[in-house]
């Protein structure tokens, strides 16, 4: 409270109106005449910018103290672990800054619970996060709806991320055509030996599924054979398949694949 008053003193200070006095010390016969109309006016004038400013900072001091959750690519004061890449896991709360689903994320601020002082960290210091009962890994997305076609966002493991073959959901909130809010979940495929995820509904996969998948995982036959043979539960029965089967097959995938030695 004290720092409110006193930088609600220093901006009511600052900003008082000189005009007025300028005035009065230019034309001294005007004096007496213009007193009157001076004080009124700079008490007016003192007292509306005063309330301006006291709102101006009561907002930044509740922003800035106040927790909130948007989505996982954009949230502050929310308890998580960070997990660095040098190998150090630390406890605490987390901000993370988006301008929207399709940017990057360009770094993170934490605060250990130990600490008052929140420390910014960049993706490549960031191995992941656990929040709210997930893992969530940085990863760069390939995806034409992004930003310069790739971005930095965190995505939440759905299989072993040390697996050759990862899957990853994303889930943000957007306002349909008829402008009622929506949850949108996208899933996302790392193949082995890549440094990118890709949207499992891009082209990279899409359509031809059964022949382009194959190819990529052509070095585990048997997981190869079936998706090229159209098995059950490891095929696309046709490309705008529901987003739960599409899961689940690419589950199917992922699982055996990684079980291939």
């Not at 109309?37 to 106040?66: E, H, M, P, Y």
Request: charged share 20%; glycine share 4%; aromatic share 16%.
């Amino acid at each position: 409270m004290k720092i409110f008053q006193s930088l609600y003193y220093f901006f009511g200070q600052l900003i008082r109106p000189p005009f007025p006095l300028f005035f009065a010390k230019a034309f001294p016969k005007q004096k007496n005449e213009l007193h009157s109309g001076r004080v009124a006016s700079d008490s007016t004038f003192q007292s509306v910018w005063k309330l301006a400013i006291a709102i101006i900072l009561t907002l930044f001091i509740s922003c800035n103290s106040s927790s909130f959750y948007h989505n996982v690519n954009d949230m502050g004061g929310q308890p998580a672990t960070l997990y660095l890449n040098n190998g150090k896991v630390l406890n605490g709360k987390l901000e993370i800054r988006s301008f929207d689903e399709f940017s990057s994320v360009q770094k993170i601020t934490f605060k250990e619970n130990s600490s008052n002082t929140y420390q910014w960290f960049y993706p490549q210091d960031i191995a992941g996060i656990y929040f709210n009962g997930a893992k969530y890994s940085l990863e760069l997305v390939q995806a034409m709806d992004m930003w310069n076609k790739r971005a930095y966002k965190f995505l939440k493991n759905i299989t072993q991320n040390d697996g050759n073959l990862q899957l990853f959901e994303d889930e943000y909130t957007q306002k349909n055509s008829f402008g009622d809010i929506e949850r949108i979940t996208k899933l996302y495929i790392k193949l082995a030996r890549s440094n990118e995820v890709f949207d499992a509904q891009s082209d990279r996969f899409v359509p031809n599924f059964n022949e382009k998948v194959s190819r990529f995982l052509s070095d585990c036959p048997s997981v190869s054979q079936k998706i090229l043979n159209k098995e059950k539960d490891f095929s696309y029965a046709f490309v705008n398949q529901g987003e739960t089967q599409r899961k689940q097959v690419w589950m199917n995938i992922a699982f055996e694949y990684n079980l291939c030695k």
